[in-house]
């Protein structure tokens, strides 16, 4: 099978996972490019995650990166339409008959159910990131410190993680 057709069945497939945003997907994202594909590394799949969540626009705009890296600008090409078409397409259908069943009793049960579905599949995804951020004591000292801030200040996350670079830059310089 060629990687044309590898990279279609890939996001066109981890597209329809994508309930709670990119942190839901990326343990599978993980598993199908690093551990079955071997078109990353575990390392550079967090840089490109990294880099996307900086990036204006949807965060997962990464996955173009993979695209490229796999198979060229055609690659890119087809890793977008393949990753953002159908999830575009369901939402519309799904968002079009919401509309329609404004009145069903089952409405706000399932509305309610895909909350904690969402929630655990993002902390699935941050459980696997930081598997393979953290790898030693120094980096998950600084992704406390952070995190603490996080919840108990009102401080803006982007300076957040300006914060926990220069805290790590400073501490991995240092040796």
């Known amino acids: ?22 942190m839901a997907v990326f343990p599978e994202l993980k598993l199908l490019t ?17 880099v996307g969540q900086l990036s204006p626009g949807p965060n997962m705009m990464m996955v173009t990166a993979i695209g490229q890296r796999v198979a060229g600008p055609l690659g890119a090409l087809v890793v977008v339409i393949a990753f953002f078409l159908p999830s575009g397409l369901m939402t519309f259908g799904v968002g079009r008959l919401w509309v329609r069943l404004e009145g069903w009793p089952w409405r706000d049960a399932i509305q309610r159910g895909l909350a904690p579905v969402s929630i655990g ?36 996350p982007a300076l957040l993680i300006l914060g926990g670079a220069i805290a790590g830059l400073a501490a991995f310089a240092a040796g």
């Open 121 to 156: 599949l993002v902390i699935a995804g941050t459980i696997t990131i930081a598997k393979g951020a953290l790898t030693g004591w120094k980096a998950a000292v600084i992704a406390t410190v952070v995190f603490i801030f996080f919840l108990r200040s009102r401080i803006n």
């Open 1 to 22: 099978m060629n990687q044309l057709t590898l990279l279609i069945g890939v996001f066109a497939y981890l597209s329809l996972l994508a309930v709670g945003g990119g």
């Open 34 to 50: 690093v551990d079955v594909h071997h078109w990353l590394t575990f390392p550079q799949l967090i840089h490109l995650y990294s």
